[in-house]
């Protein structure tokens, strides 16, 4: 397998940026997440920042022509053509059948959707509990499982620690309900594809973490005999 092309499926609050992060270093790949682009782009202010807000505020989905368009652009970057990882998109059937097209267009394609799986329960205590550090949101703790050493403040660069917008319990509500009646359908969708791995997401981050890696060095060494 030349390209190691990867989705991170799951609900929100399964750990998917978390594997990510420890995925990027193993494999040398490109962690892309739609949401932390569409934040960036509301801490910057722009245009699609300001519209992308409405949605983001409610737990609902940002239109999919504007994340599609974002997505087949930074896919065929230099640093993803040999491989992504990536993290919150697509989230309904629209986004993967717009995702199989510009990959075919590209003479590329899916290697596979790794499905990190956790009861919603668990989720809303995970998210509420979230807080993240305002200088670089990839510095993330949980007020009651991974706490700061100091209250509010981030261990690794002293910066102030805030609980995203989107991290509210109503919102979360919704982002769940969102999850389910949009998202889920996608597990099918790869599933009949042959391209779906499940794990354990109620495990913890470091045995999640063997687990997809495994999996990973496993398909690479089916691809290559
Ligand atoms: P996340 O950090 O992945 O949970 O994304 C935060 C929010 O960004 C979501 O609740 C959506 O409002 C928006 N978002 C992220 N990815 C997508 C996507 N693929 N399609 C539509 N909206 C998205």
Known sequence: MSQ??????????????????????DFVLPHISTGDILREQVAQGTELGKEARRYMDAGELVPDDVIVGMITDRIDAGDARDGFL??????????????????????????????????????????????????????????????????DVCDQDGARLMQRDDDREETI?????????????????????????????????????????????TLRLEDEF
């Open 173 to 217: 509500r919704n982002r769940l309900h969102v999850y389910h009646s949009q998202t889920e359908p996608l597990i099918d969708y790869y599933d009949e594809a042959g391209l779906l791995r499940r794990f354990d997401g109620r495990r913890n981050p470091d045995e999640v973490h063997r687990h997809i890696r495994a999996t990973i060095a």
């Open 86 to 151: 990536l993290d919150g998109f697509p989230r309904n059937e629209k986004q993967a059948d717009a995702l199989k097209e510009a990959l075919d267009k590209l003479g590329r394609r899916l290697s596979a959707v790794l499905l990190i799986e956790v009861p919603d329960d668990d989720l809303v205590r995970r998210l509420a509990g979230r807080r993240v550090c305002v200088k670089n949101p990839t510095h993330i703790y949980h007020v009651d499982f991974d706490p700061p050493k100091h209250d």
């Open 4 to 25: 190691l092309n990867l989705i991170l499926l799951g609900p929100p609050g399964a750990g998917k940026g978390t594997q990510a992060d420890r995925l990027r270093d």
